[in-house]
């Protein structure tokens, strides 16, 4: 009969996601702390103030009004004669907490 083994189903179920939400969750706080650490490494020498202000070598990145993809293609591919390409050194994963640590930026109060 179906109701009776919907519910098992929906347990095992439920378990599953119980055990697999934290485990993404430390992944993505994990990422994202990289990302913290390799933009102070890597980038800030160039993008001031952790991307927050102008005034370096390279733009200012927080508030950008460029795209996702923009963003995303420029960090891989870099610009000749200005920024370095990173598609070799950095992970896409890696590159994606880029891009959400650079979204997230917030004026240092
Ligand atoms: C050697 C200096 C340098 C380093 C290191 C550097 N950048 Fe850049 N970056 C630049 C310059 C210069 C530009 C402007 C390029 C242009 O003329 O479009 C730029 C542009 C960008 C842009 C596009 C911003 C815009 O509004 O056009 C992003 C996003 C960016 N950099 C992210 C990063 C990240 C993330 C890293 C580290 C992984 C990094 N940069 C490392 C110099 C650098």
Known sequence: ???S?????LAV???????WVPAWADDTA??????????????????QGGGRVAGGIGPKLMATDKSDDFIVNRVKNGKEGRMPAFGASLSDA????????????????
């Open 13 to 19: 179920l439920v378990l599953v996601a119980a055990m």
């Open 30 to 47: 994990k990422a994202d702390a990289d990302a913290q650490n390799i933009f102070n490494s890597t980038c800030g020498w160039c993008h």
């Open 5 to 9: 083994v919907l519910p098992p189903a």
């Open 94 to 109: 890696q590159i994606q907490a880029l891009l959400r640590y650079i979204r997230n930026l917030k004026p240092e109060s």
């Open 1 to 3: 009969m179906r109701t």
